[in-house]
């Protein structure tokens, strides 16, 4: 195990330009004027990689060490042998504190008020990304991201006692890249000195509602990458840094305690919880996030910030703001100077007494401020200055410095306090009584389905570029590259991105960031394939099957269907295309015919062709469609409304034609469960309050919501390979109930739009399973599609609750799952995308699929949640498993799997000619020698540099969560001659997100109330057999050399 440098991404790029403006907004004073009081803060050592020179040991810890500095890739000598290495960590045991060793001193006998300038910069919101970058549409908002930074790094030389801290790495290394070389050693040695420190480190500050944990790490490590290839260890981010996201989510300071975080900070609490917390001295604690990885893995110190993230009332000194400057001159009459110290002085105690150490943190900017940083930092000098000299003058106990997130941490930690430790999350956040923040877990589902979608093209994009190595960059098909994409997906995890809280231009030019990203991925994929296949085709991307469209298998009297499987095991994969009015004859791979059947949607009248694929693991599997001469289709319609196979049957009512009971065959399980869609009334605002649902806001008009339709027109397709009952509920609302063969969950394909509103209602529609299942007020959703939490009705583990909307109230974010359980039997719902979901009586299970609106929430946007284009139609999949509740969690988990990262079909028309004349084409490959055990997912596989692979492979159960099949216990794997694309020479074991080896990174240590947790061992990777215990991820850099033949 050694450690050296990264090589320079080969493939780093910046977003491209777009944009189009929006009207004019004015926007709020930040954190003020805002209902209910809350304000809405601008809304009102696992291993470092690469393969050149030596950084010396990194990693992160132990008081009074000193780090060695960064210096160029250029002049780096020679990697010293690994005896060295380890002796030099050996004699400096310390190193970790290398981090800290910059931070300002402290007066322990004094308050010490830490001040951190800051910049809050939304990779969009109500301008787009290059909008808010270069500083266009100010009429819009005044927001110049790239003056920001120039005017910070100015201020900063001025004065050598001034820190700033930078958080979002999209807009940082685009304005890196147009600086010359001279500003870039400025602003390296300003990185080296601790006056400028980067915080989070992530190319966004992702949301935590809506995101699936596969795309925050993939985010995590690209801005952590940048950070760590520009500075060194300089530059990596000691805290985690969320100040404006919705809620918190327990999987997200799983990941962050993971990627190597000391600490983390956010600035949004439920108003009840941080009152509460205030008078318990709970504003700080350890937050022990995983219920199966052991402490303190994903153990993570947890600030909550005092103010939000905005400066203290009356103490705003940019350009964006009206507060007075300090005026000195005692014979102006604008004199304010001895009012401002005293009225700073009482703010600092009474926020003083909410903390338990003897310092304070004071957030000293807002949303795009800093543009003219000279206001702010004159200001700040003079309040510095004024206040400290009090201590002389009147014998102050208060002490004022520039300080950052980072140094204020290192202080509490060496308090050497034993702190109150968190087991549950943040959700919902409300900002005051009949203001719950869970309407964004729904909004713009149409943007939420891309994003996941794009998630599954990107790790197929990835996967490719892995197995093919070289010949998927330059090939046949042209310049193809992962990495569009994969900062486009970057950019949508941010918490006005995903979430679908931007204005409604935003939201299409993250669409448009997407669909560009796609096009060079196709390119990549066509080349990958084409060597590893042996055969050069005319491949096509059919980007719109989902509904029904596709040039060529609807035109071409043969083709073929080439279906990818990401999984590290093989799947039976249904293809469904759409085709015209003919019988087709479909091969396998090896030449046999298979069996298939077209089927014609009674909606349209059009056919769709369905066969079932066998795909190799992590490969793909070539099929041959032709069509049959003079033969049409037959129709195939039924009037029981039954569906069933081997193992689950589904039973309509004849009456109504909607759901009614559901067996499982297999466990000889039975439930009567009715399934419907209905619509919340929207709240445009009432006698209780003013406040709207909107974007972020759910606020319905009543408790109890109403039917979109009693009963549904049904049609009855069965044929040999597929099952349906279509429901038509009415004209903007319909379904289809399908079962395949050999399938083991109740598929409901749902489309709802235009959601009507000439009736001046806005509507938020859902999807709701009744049963009689005794549930006892429990039910059970995903974080971030990892963990399971359970979830209470009308109830806070932390804190009672007075419940003041008891709808919006009990909704959770639902990224890829929900169930009710009587103990017995359990019914889950697997979604396609994030969506808000809710229990609200027993038995029942309920999920928002889509919402218009026609007021805004007045959260900022100011526009309301009235979709326009292609996201008024949205369609999607449910996905219903009826278990008992001892096997369900195999069936769940796996299936979530198989969704999320489900086989991508690439068509050809075929007769391509040879990709190289003296290798044979293949029709089936598999990149893997030997398929994964059930519980171990293939997280990730992407090319990190020429000659090395990014891998991360993960335990899928938690602890004592399969009973029947023995998938919550350790699996050991062994990675030698594991995959058949390329050998491993290389293996080196790293935190989650690549930054630092594995076996010199370390965290601050903290002390809780629950008595002591074990000093986590260094580990060193000491062969390729790799244990993986429940819910663990395991991530590596491997050096791999490509097989010739591919």
């Known amino acids: 195990m050694d450690q050296v440098t990264p090589r320079a991404h080969p493939r780093l790029c910046l977003l491209a330009k777009s944009g189009s403006g929006g009207g004019a907004f004015t926007r709020p004073q930040p954190g003020r004027g805002t209902p209910g009081g809350g304000g809405c803060g601008g809304r009102g050592c696992r291993a470092m990689v690469g393969d050149a020179g030596p950084l010396g040991v990194r990693a992160v810890g132990c008081q009074g060490a000193v780090g060695s500095r960064t210096i160029s890739r250029a002049l780096r000598p020679p990697l010293p042998p690994l005896s060295f290495l380890f002796v030099l960590f050996l004699a400096a045991p310390c190193a970790w504190a290398a981090g800290y060793k910059t931070c300002p001193k402290v007066k322990p006998d004094m308050l010490n008020v830490h001040l951190v300038p800051h910049t809050h910069d939304d990779v969009g919101w109500l301008k787009t990304v290059d909008q808010y970058f270069y500083g266009i549409n100010n009429n819009v908002q005044q927001a110049g991201v790239q003056y920001i930074l120039d005017s910070v790094i100015s201020s900063l030389l001025a004065d050598p006692t001034r820190r700033f801290v930078y958080v979002e790495i999209t807009f940082f290394s685009r304005w890196w890249h147009q600086q010359t070389n001279a500003t870039q050693k400025i602003v390296r040695d300003l990185v080296h000195e601790g006056r400028l420190e980067f915080a989070n480190g992530g ?72 009152r509460v917390r205030e008078k318990a001295l709970q504003m700080e604690q350890v937050w022990r996030a995983s219920d199966s990885l052991k402490p303190p893995t994903a153990d993570l110190f947890t600030s909550v910030l005092p103010n939000m993230y905005n400066p203290p009332e009356g103490l705003c000194w940019d350009m964006l703001c009206a507060d007075k400057p300090f005026v000195e001159d005692t014979r102006s009459p604008e004199y304010n100077a001895e009012e401002l110290v005293r009225y700073f002085l009482k703010l600092a105690t009474d926020q003083g007494k909410l903390y338990r150490t003897k310092h304070t943190v004071m957030t000293m900017g807002s949303d795009f401020q800093y543009e003219n940083a000279n206001m702010w930092f004159k200001n700040l000098d003079k309040l510095i200055q004024l206040v400290n000299a009090q201590q002389q003058a009147n014998g102050s106990r208060v002490n004022v410095l520039y300080s950052t997130p980072a140094c204020y941490l290192w202080e509490l930690n060496k308090a050497n306090l034993s702190w109150s430790v968190k087991k549950d999350d943040f959700f919902p956040y409300a900002d005051g009584p009949h203001m719950f923040w869970t309407g964004y877990f729904s909004s713009r589902p149409a943007l939420k389905r891309y994003e996941r979608l794009s998630y599954n093209f990107l790790q197929v994009c990835n996967q490719l570029e892995a197995l093919a190595g070289p010949a998927a960059n330059v090939g046949p098909y042209g310049s193809g590259d992962s990495a569009p994409l994969n900062e486009a997906m970057a950019v949508l995890q941010h918490h006005d991105a995903v979430t679908g809280t931007s204005r409604q231009h935003v939201a299409d030019d993250y669409a448009r960031q997407l669909s560009e990203g796609w096009r060079p991925c196709e390119v990549l994929m066509s080349n990958a394939l084409a060597h590893l296949s042996g055969s050069k085709e005319d491949f096509a991307f059919c980007r719109k099957l989902n509904i029904s469209i596709c040039p060529l298998t609807q035109t071409a009297e043969r083709f073929q269907v080439i279906v990818y499987n990401p999984l590290g095991r093989k799947v039976d994969w249904m293809v469904r295309l759409p085709v015209s009015k003919h019988v087709y004859l479909v091969r396998d791979p090896g030449g046999k015919t298979v069996p298939s059947d077209v089927v014609t949607i009674p909606s349209s009248d059009s056919q769709e062709l369905l066969f079932s694929a066998l795909v190799p693991a992590l490969g793909f599997s070539i099929y041959s469609v032709s069509q049959m001469p003079d033969q049409s289709p037959q129709k195939s319609w039924s009037s029981v409304l039954v569906i069933q196979n081997e193992y689950l049957r589904a039973r309509f009512d004849p009456d109504t034609g909607l759901l009614m009971e559901l067996e499982n065959l297999e466990q000889n399980l039975l439930l009567p469960v009715r399934q419907a869609f209905y619509w919340y009334n929207a709240s445009t605002g009432n006698n209780l309050s003013s406040q709207a649902s909107g974007a972020y806001i759910f606020r319905p008009n009543q408790k109890k919501p109403l039917f979109v339709s009693r ?336």
């Open 203 to 274: 190319w966004v500050m992702n949301d935590e509602a809506a995101t699936h944990y596969g795309a925050i790490i993939d985010q995590m490590t690209l801005g952590l990458r940048f950070l760590e290839e520009t500075f060194g260890s300089d530059g990596r981010p000691r805290v985690a840094w969320h100040i404006d996201p919705f809620g918190h989510s327990r999987e997200q300071a799983s990941l962050f305690a993971q990627m190597g975080f000391d600490g983390f900070f956010f600035g949004r609490l439920d108003y009840q919880d941080k």
């Open 711 to 1046: 009963w549904a027109q049904t049609h009855l397709v069965k044929a040999s390979l597929v099952q349906e009952v279509h429901q038509n509920f009415s004209a903007w609302c319909s379904q289809v109930v399908r079962l395949y063969p050999g399938q083991r969950h109740l598929e409901l394909e749902w489309t709802v739009g235009p959601i009507p509103v000439g009736d001046g209602w806005g509507k938020e529609v859902i999807s709701r399973f009744d049963t009689a299942l005794a549930t006892g007020g429990l039910f059970y959703t995903d974080s971030n599609g990892r963990e399971i939490l359970e979830r209470r009705r009308d109830y806070r583990p932390t804190w009672k609750l007075n419940q003041t909307e008891p709808v919006a109230g009990n909704y959770y974010p639902v990224n890829s799952r929900i169930y009710i359980t009587d103990g017995n039997m359990q019914l889950t719902v697997l979604t396609d995308r994030s969506q808000g979901g809710s229990s609200l009586r027993d038995g029942s299970l309920e999920l928002m699929v889509h919402r218009r609106l026609l007021k805004d929430d007045e959260r900022g946007v100011g526009e309301p949640l009235n979709n326009e284009g292609s996201g008024l139609w949205v369609r999607g999949r449910h996905l219903v498993l009826l278990d008992k509740m001892g096997t369900a969690a195999a069936r769940h988990r796996l299936q979530a799997e198989r969704e999320v990262l489900a086989p991508q079909v690439v068509l050809a028309r075929g007769g391509g000619a040879r990709y190289r004349l003296e290798v044979a084409p293949r029709t089936q490959f598999s990149g893997l020698r030997r398929e994964l055990p059930p519980s171990v997912r293939l997280l990730t596989l992407a090319r990190w540099d020429p000659e090395t692979l990014l891998l991360r492979l993960e335990h899928q159960f938690a602890v004592g969560e399969d009973s029947g099949h023995n998938m919550s216990s350790p699996v050991t794997l062994d990675l030698t001659n594991l995959f058949s694309a390329f050998t491993i020479t290389r293996l080196r074991e790293t935190t989650l997100a690549a930054n630092q080896l594995l076996a010199y990174a370390s965290r601050l240590q903290w002390t809780t109330d629950t008595g002591p947790t074990p000093h986590p061992s260094r580990s060193r990777l000491v062969s390729t057999t790799i244990t993986l215990h429940p819910m663990e991820i395991r991530t590596f850099l491997a050096s791999v050399q490509w097989e010739e033949d591919g």
